[in-house]
């Protein structure tokens, strides 16, 4: 399975302020997707970046708020813009591959703080 | 949208056999079934996907019936460190990832 890393793995942020996340593949991946998990919570979906094209939101999610790039079949960012105390979460990438039975692998996620 | 229900909790003990039930009702034809692992401050770790019957692999077996409205995840002889959080989720990643939505997931707490 592919390795995937993010940074920063962990940050504490003032409200109003934006934080970009990275995320980096080992290898060429076809699919590329974001998750929020708050606290104690399941993941959910935020959108799936795709490859020089805007990404693809989720209900609930906007571009002014998440925009999200993927310049290339290894790298994605995430920001986080404009941010409040709601937005206090783990934020994950996960990839995958095309092809039938494909499952997605998980970065380790960033734990972001807003105060 | 292929919405998942599991037992919010299960608790066990070292050395048992541990069986998650997952109820799909409305699993759609392309949709696969996999289910993953979560421990504290790391991401979901993959364990399992299948599509029917039986798959088994070097750390747990997934059993599918054929109708495939729910599947169960048997964890052979579980020890203290499979305490995690286990999750169900069914869908066609590569066609409509927004459909392919996690569940509540299931706490497994292992005791000595």
């Known amino acids: 399975s592919a390795v995937i890393s993010q940074k920063p793995s962990r940050d504490i942020c003032q409200r109003g302020t934006s934080l970009t996340i990275q995320c980096q593949v080992d290898?060429?991946?076809?699919?590329m997707f974001w998750y929020r998990q708050q606290p104690g919570q399941s993941l959910t979906l935020i959108a799936t970046?795709?490859?020089?094209?805007?990404?693809?939101?989720e209900s609930g999610f906007v571009i002014d708020k998440f925009p999200i790039s993927r310049p290339n079949l290894t790298f994605s960012t995430l920001t986080v813009s404009n941010m409040s105390p709601e937005d206090s979460s783990i934020y994950l990438c996960?990839?995958?591959?095309?092809?039938?039975?494909?499952?997605?692998?998980f970065g380790d996620g960033t734990r972001l703080s807003i105060l | 949208l292929a919405k998942t229900t599991q037992p919010i909790s299960m608790d066990s003990y070292e050395g048992q056999e541990v069986n998650i039930t997952c109820s799909h009702n409305?699993?759609?034809?392309?949709?696969?079934i996999t289910w993953y692992q979560q421990f504290p401050s790391q991401g979901p770790r993959f364990i399992i996907q299948?599509?029917?019957t039986k798959v088994t692999n070097e750390v747990a077996s997934l059993f599918i019936p054929a109708d495939r409205k729910s599947s169960t995840l048997s964890l052979p002889r579980v020890s203290l460190s499979d305490t995690a959080v286990y999750y169900c989720?069914?869908?066609?990643?590569?066609?409509?990832?927004?459909?392919?939505?996690f569940g509540d997931g299931t706490t497994l707490t292992v005791k000595p």
């Open positions: 970046a795709n490859q020089g094209s805007e990404a693809t939101y």
């Open positions: 409305n699993i759609a034809t392309n949709d696969y």
């Open positions: 996960s990839v995958a591959r095309t092809g039938v039975d494909q499952p997605q692998h």
């Open positions: 290898s060429q991946v076809t699919m």
């Open positions: 299948g599509y029917k």
């Open positions: 989720l069914v869908g066609d990643i590569n066609t409509n990832a927004g459909k392919s939505t």
